[in-house]
T-cell receptor
Framework: SQQGEEDPQALSIQEGENATMNCSYK?????LQWYRQNSGRGLVHLIL?????REKHSGRLRVTLDTSKKSSSLLITASRAADTASYFC?????????????FGEGTQLTVNP | NAGVTQTPKFQVLKTGQSMTLQCAQDMNHEYMSWYRQDPGMGLRLIHYSVGAGITDQGEVPNGYNVSRSTTEDFPLRLLSAAPSQTSVYFC????????????FGPGTRLTVT
């Protein structure tokens, strides 16, 4: 079963707007990561947040982590058409001791010019 | 650096045929893994390796074999292809462990008829 579940499944916004995607997971984690996948391509790592961190920024990306609610959110500010892609969260569950990541099903983001 | 490379890019097999998907990385990463991605789903881990000579099963290992004779290469073998193995296959590598930042290859799109 998937550890991470993204919400919403699909999101369509206008260029310049902010996009927020959420990820919920089931078990205790060491870290949570976000990846982007452009159509027909491999995944690209965006950001990693550790279980003892609450917020992290990277350029136009802001990730929050709430371990009490077992959830994370990815905010993309001032979106661009080039941000159109699928976004996946991936968790490093404590039970697998850092040996693997478990990916969610992804959110398809469409940014309309 | 070429990063993670995969060959072939596309492949069509008949049921019962066998083949090997190739994966190589030139980043001297110890950890390598194979995932499959099916429409509307996240990535599911097939097999992984924490170093040359060491492999382990992931979430969906049945029907697949792997070996790791060198740090650079991690081929995935389909023993007797089945239509249920129609998918996009991604190889990934990581510097320090399976739960670290993953570098993905471009994928192999496999169709089994």
């Amino acid at each position: 079963s998937q550890q991470g579940e993204e919400d919403p499944q699909a999101l369509s916004i206008q260029e310049g707007e902010n996009a927020t995607m959420n990820c919920s997971y089931k078990t205790s984690i060491n870290n949570l990561q976000w990846y982007r996948q452009n159509s027909g391509r491999g995944l690209v790592h965006l950001i990693l947040i550790r279980s003892n961190e609450r917020e992290k920024h990277s350029g136009r990306l802001r990730v929050t982590l709430d371990t009490s609610k077992k959830s994370s959110s990815l905010l993309i500010t001032a979106s661009r058409a080039a941000d159109t892609a699928s976004y996946f969260c991936a968790t490093d569950a404590r039970e697998t001791s850092g040996s693997r990541l478990t990916f969610g099903e992804g959110t398809q983001l469409t940014v309309n010019p | 650096n070429a990063g993670v490379t995969q060959t072939p890019k596309f492949q069509v097999l008949k049921t019962g045929q066998s083949m090997t998907l190739q994966c190589a990385q030139d980043m001297n990463h110890e950890y390598m893994s194979w995932y499959r991605q099916d429409p509307g789903m996240g990535l599911r881990l097939i097999h992984y390796s924490v170093g040359a000579g060491i492999t382990d099963q992931g979430e969906v290992p049945n029907g697949y074999n792997v070996s790791r004779s060198t740090t650079e290469d991690f081929p995935l073998r389909l023993l007797s292809a089945a239509p249920s193995q129609t998918s996009v296959y991604f190889c990934a590598s990581s510097y320090w462990q399976g739960a670290g930042e993953q570098y993905f290859g471009p994928g192999t799109r496999l169709t089994v008829t």
